[in-house]
């Protein structure tokens, strides 16, 4: 009997692909190539597996293709210990050793965010496996790549091989967004929206990919969004199949001129689910503590006092994201007893929100802007909470300790409500400011 051909999803075909094969489908275990490995501060654990891996051999330990592998210091910058700075001064000598070029030091011209860092410089293109030593790698499937974070040991094995190792390809939810977003709601209410409906573990060793005409009009800001807390879930990896929204940020905005490969999944391809959302009444969401699945509308925690509101991170940091919550503060003043800070995703953005005039409003209302990093976000540089305090962020977890202490709540938001609520002290429902 003649075998009848069946479509395959994006994510299968980039696996196939990297991997020698015609096809690879939901449950193939396959050795796929990797197109970039990326990590952070991070690298310097990495370099000590690497060097592992060749002691006693008499070889002399080389990565597979330094310029397909991205460092970037974000966690961390500047320096906050002694600890940090010997690591990173051991990354760095690893860099200029091995000549690896996509190296983001702390600079106040070309730093940032991993995640923002990687999408704007142009590092990810459609149809690359990417792997990276940071959970919150599955951002760049807004640009059309299979991205997925993995563990020291696994990267410094990637440093060696150039392949990933015994990989089961993932069953692909398909979620199909349809509406227009309301007045003050946007991509991080919809993903808060999701996991609320698929719990923190609903995604677990599957992919979440976004279509529908939501999608096709969503900037690929917006898709980052989507794509980096799609690990929220449980999700391996999110991912946006690649379209024309997508060459014109890597043309226009990244300054990609080398041809592109738009995959797509066939029309016949097998999903494991299907989920549909209709975003046109959608309203405010936030993730209360101490989980990210613990979403509920903003009108049933309005009035919650906050003593930190914090504007930015690799989910919520871009250009959108500030003048959003710029537009909301400027003229008026953070209300007494409330800090707020601000933290551009990269040392552009931030150049670009000064010139906007994004930066000055935010000063003028009284918040502290931060360089490009990671920050608050872990609370183990800056940022950190008090005993009881409490935070709204436009961050992407709310686990007990993640802002530093153990003893604090976070609740996650969208620049629009945490703006509004440093106004207030208090969360607030930005539809009912001004």
Not at 317 to 345: S, W, Y
Not at 387 to 406: C, H
């Amino acid at each position: 009997m003649k075998k009848t051909k069946v479509g395959a999803t994006v994510v299968e075909k980039i696996l196939a692909r990297a991997s020698g094969k015609d096809s690879a489908f939901a449950g193939d275990v396959v050795e796929p190539r990797i197109d970039l490995a990326m990590s952070h501060e991070n690298a310097a654990l990495v370099i000590n597996q690497f060097n592992e891996i060749y002691a006693g051999t008499g070889i002399a330990a080389k990565p597979w293709d330094p310029s397909r592998i991205a460092i970037i210091f974000d966690h961390r910058v500047p320096a906050e210990s002694a600890k940090t700075a010997t690591n990173q001064k051991k990354v760095r000598a690893f860099v200029a050793e091995h000549g690896i070029a996509k190296f983001h030091d702390i600079r106040g011209d070309t730093g940032g965010i991993c995640h923002q860092i990687l999408p704007e410089c142009g590092y990810v293109r459609p149809g690359m496996v990417v792997v990276g030593t940071d959970s919150h790698t599955t951002s760049h499937g807004a640009l059309g790549a299979f991205a997925f974070g993995i563990g020291a040991t696994e990267m410094a094995s990637a440093w060696t091989l150039g392949s990933a190792v015994n990989i089961e390809v993932p069953a692909t939810i398909r979620v199909e967004v349809s509406g227009r977003f309301p007045r003050l709601v946007g991509p991080k209410d919809l993903i808060l929206h999701l996991i609320g409906i698929l719990k923190a573990q609903g995604a677990s060793f599957r992919v979440l990919e976004f279509t529908g005409d939501t999608i096709a009009r969503l900037s690929t800001s917006g898709r980052l969004v989507l794509c980096n807390m799609s690990v929220e879930a449980g999700a391996t990896s999110g991912i946006v199949p690649a379209d024309t929204e997508t060459v014109r940020y890597l043309r226009e905005e990244a300054g990609v001129t080398d041809p592109l490969d738009l995959v797509r999944s066939d029309p016949d391809a097998i999903y494991e689910r299907a989920i549909s959302v209709d975003i046109s009444e959608l309203e405010p969401l936030v993730a209360c503590p101490h989980t990210v699945d613990n979403v509920k509308p903003v009108t049933e925690v309005e009035g919650t006092p906050v003593h930190q509101v914090v504007i930015g991170s690799c989910t919520n940091g871009r250009l959108d994201d500030l003048a959003e919550a710029a537009g909301i503060v400027k003229g008026r003043h953070v209300a007494a007893g409330t800090r707020m800070l601000v933290f551009p995703a990269s040392a552009r953005i931030y150049a670009e929100a000064m010139r906007l005039g994004y930066l000055a409003d935010f000063m003028a209302a009284g918040a502290v802007v931060m360089n490009s990093g990671c920050g608050p976000c872990l609370g183990i540089h800056e940022g950190a909470l008090g005993d009881g305090e409490t935070a709204i962020s436009t961050t992407n977890r709310n686990f007990k300790g993640r802002m530093g202490n153990p003893s604090a709540q976070v609740y996650l938001a969208s620049p629009a409500v945490a703006a509004a609520s440093a106004l207030t002290g208090v969360i607030t429902d930005p539809r009912k400011e001004r």
